[in-house]
């Protein structure tokens, strides 16, 4: 049997000239549904919120690049950290710091370039959302040192993966509000669902080397911690469109989305790293079913 691994070349990396690939693979382009997940709270935020649709159309692009480039950012100090644990988890043997493809030193200065694009983005937004911005950085460094000290590292990734939202609500209209928080709250609730899914394609491995996840934390009784965790979000995310003055066929279209978190639930197998992984990437479509209801509630 082959080794399970998620280091392929393909998407952008395919195209790519083979000195480049490293850099390419080090920042998951690869793989753009870490880029999705980061992207997509903000996308909640433009569709509440957004005075217009050219202001929402900029902000969409502005926040699509940035988390792209942030969450290639996240990933190189979080594989800087994770360096010598992920030689020894099969899955992750393969990244390039793990391998030797890329030196910390290399990683380090291409680091530093990716978070110069991340400020040229960041300034073309209101200060309220700069400031919010620049308050990211702490989580995004302290998330990798999370799985060394509690059984729980998904819930600082859930502050992490989440920020877009009321960072985007800024951006939209320039001030933090309510809605904001709910819509941080609510993608906080899918956050800890989605990665307890994904973390349990590293369950034994992770028991083995000695970090923790929730994954491990919950075992057999994830799928219903996945229910109880779904249907959070979708509360608070009717909360937030009530907050926001949103019509209420809002509420109604979250049935969508609802309809997709209890296909996952469903379909779990803890036990099939493959289809955990399936699972994990389907949220875009899920998130994408949330800034569609969102959309919805402003017409």
């Not at 399936?278 to 402003?298: E, P, V, W, Y």
């Amino acid at each position: 049997m082959a080794p399970y691994t998620d280091i392929r070349r393909e998407g952008l990396s395919a195209w790519l000239p083979d000195a480049l690939v490293p850099y390419a693979l080090l920042m998951r382009l690869d793989r753009p549904i870490g880029s999705w997940l980061l992207f997509l709270p903000g996308l909640w935020a433009f569709a509440a919120a957004a005075p217009d649709w050219g202001r929402g159309a900029w902000l969409t692009l502005l926040f699509a690049l940035g988390a792209v480039v942030m969450r290639g950012a996240g990933c190189v100090v979080n594989d800087l950290w994770d360096r010598d644990i992920d030689r020894r988890v099969e899955r992750t043997r393969g990244r390039p710091l793990a391998s030797g493809a890329v030196s910390p030193k290399q990683a380090l200065a291409f680091l530093a370039g990716l978070l110069l694009v991340g400020l040229a983005i960041l300034l073309q937004l209101p200060p309220a959302a700069i400031g919010l911005g620049v308050a990211s950085l702490l989580p995004i460094v302290l998330y990798p040192l999370a799985k060394r000290v509690t059984d729980w590292p998904q819930a600082v990734l859930g502050v992490v993966f989440t920020w877009a939202a009321p960072m985007g609500w800024a951006s939209a209209t320039g001030v933090l509000e309510a809605p904001a928080l709910l819509l941080w709250a609510a993608g906080f609730a899918w956050t800890l669902a989605y990665d307890t899914i994904y973390a349990h394609q590293d369950r034994e491995d992770d028991a083995m080397v000695g970090i923790g996840s929730s994954a491990l934390t919950l075992g057999e009784r994830t799928r219903p911690f996945l229910g109880v965790a779904f249907a959070v979000c979708i509360l608070l995310l009717a909360a937030a469109g009530w907050a926001a003055g949103l019509h209420p066929v809002f509420v109604a279209a979250l049935l969508l989305p609802a309809a997709h978190f209890s296909w996952q639930v469903h379909r779990l197998d803890i036990h099939d790293p493959g289809l955990c992984l399936r699972l994990f990437r389907s949220n875009r479509d899920a998130g994408l079913l949330i800034a569609l209801a969102l959309l919805l509630g402003r017409l």
